[in-house]
């Protein structure tokens, strides 16, 4: 099908080199001081939005929550401490913070015995995570990858959003493989065999991942001319990475447990001791992480957020559904025929207009806001998901 000809000549050319039918996309082009478009084409057809639905969710986030918003991690007892030991549970209740990771997650423990003296616990950890209630999913229904760090769902005290980066580094005849971080209860079975040819540019240069229970083994040729590599994935339920983690932390800080670390996803626990509280990075500075670099878990969390803070614990999707239009529709973005089902686009079901879109982006440069969502955004030729596109160009640092 031809495109349209009220269409800029470059534009339809565009569509013509990709063989695309002209109504199978919308296109909104609005200078930020004009309420008129300088193009417009299908602006009020539903369409998948894909990941620039991360625009929604995170401008409702910084309207509602405002950019000093910062998640808890409370860290509460059974019983006193004594002489440095707790003979009782601890218990650890996460409220969703999109940023944890693992120098923050060891930085806490070290605040627990600095500020309790804790250093032996003789009953067990448990990691309560029912600040979210969420039905059962499937990490691989958006593409049969349940394994990549994209895919993986929220929960409550995900740190590293669940993800392990695997090194491979060739050591002479021999390939080693160290996991970032490196959990105690994961084994890593290496059958790589180092190669003398091979495709740099081959699919993860020929190497094959696959996981077991708290297992992954590493199989395939790796050409060792192509160097040290980084592979990003996921290998075990995110409260057993929780739970290594905490093992693994409390460790290195010589801290000692005799019992074990369990999960908890009912009715929030009740505590007798209030030991401390880890406040997180502050969601503008979270934003930009989102934002830039396409961050699928992070935004979801901020959507469940977002509808707790609204709604009412516990978290659900609905609430986050419910309260991301509420918020928007409040800011004057027509949200009529709109369906957010995530927030991070990740998603066969959500629809956007580009009308809507173009509202959004809109709102955004008008807000009080604006420092914040502006600089969240990926800069073409420069950083996040387009550091690439117009590199060593003129527009390389002009466009988001």
């Known amino acids: 099908m031809p495109a349209v000809a009220q269409l800029p000549t470059s534009l339809n050319q565009v569509i013509d080199s990709q063989r695309l039918p002209a109504d199978s996309m ?3 082009v609005q200078q930020t001081d004009s309420n008129t478009p300088l193009v417009a084409h299908n602006t009020d057809r539903l369409f998948n939005p894909a990941s620039t639905i991360k625009l929604a969710t995170s401008l409702a986030a910084l309207l509602e929550l405002g950019p000093a918003y910062t998640w808890r991690t409370d860290i509460r007892a059974t019983a006193a401490i004594e002489n440095g030991v707790l003979r009782g549970d601890l218990i650890i209740r996460g409220t969703g913070d999109p940023g944890a990771v693992s120098e923050e997650h060891w930085r806490m423990l070290r605040d627990l015995q600095r500020m309790t003296g804790l250093k032996r616990i003789e009953g067990n950890v448990i990691l309560d995570a029912s600040y979210y209630m969420l039905p059962p999913g499937d990490t691989g229904e958006f593409d049969g990858q349940p394994y990549r760090a994209y895919n993986q769902l929220p929960y409550a005290l995900h740190v590293n959003s669940n993800a392990i980066r695997f090194h491979i580094l060739p050591d002479g005849n021999t390939l080693r493989i160290e996991a970032e971080p490196p959990l105690p209860g994961l084994h890593i079975e290496n059958n790589l065999t180092p190669a003398n040819n091979g495709s740099c540019d081959a ?8 996981v077991g229970e708290n297992r992954v083994t590493f199989s395939g040729s790796y050409p ?3 160097g040290n590599y980084e592979l990003l994935r996921t290998a075990v ?3 057993f990475n929780a739970a290594e983690l905490f093992r693994l932390h409390w460790a290195q800080w010589g801290g000692e447990l005799t019992g074990q670390v369990l999960s908890h996803y009912g009715a929030p626990l009740a505590y007798e001791q209030r030991l401390m509280t880890h406040i997180s990075r ?3 500075d979270l934003i930009r992480v989102s934002n830039k670099w396409s961050h699928n878990v992070m935004t979801r969390h901020m959507a469940l957020t977002l509808g707790a803070h609204k709604m009412g614990e516990p978290a659900t999707i609905e609430k986050a559904r419910v309260a991301l239009i509420e918020v928007l529709s409040s800011a004057g973005v027509e949200t009529n025929g709109m369906f957010i089902d995530n927030g991070s686009g990740l998603s066969r079901h959500a629809r956007i207009t580009p009308t809507q879109l173009g509202q959004i982006l809109q709102v955004g440069w008008n807000s ?4 914040e969502f502006l600089s ?4 073409s030729g420069i950083d996040g998901t387009t550091r690439r596109q117009y590199r060593n160009e003129a527009k390389s640092g002009r466009c988001t």
């Open 26 to 28: 919308g296109i909104w």
């Open 203 to 210: 699919w993860q240069r020929g190497v094959r991942y696959d």
């Open 224 to 226: 060792v001319s192509c």
């Open 237 to 239: 339920a995110p409260d």
């Open 282 to 284: 502050p969601l503008a």
């Open 368 to 371: 009080p806001r604006r420092p």
């Open 376 to 379: 969240s955004l990926s800069i």
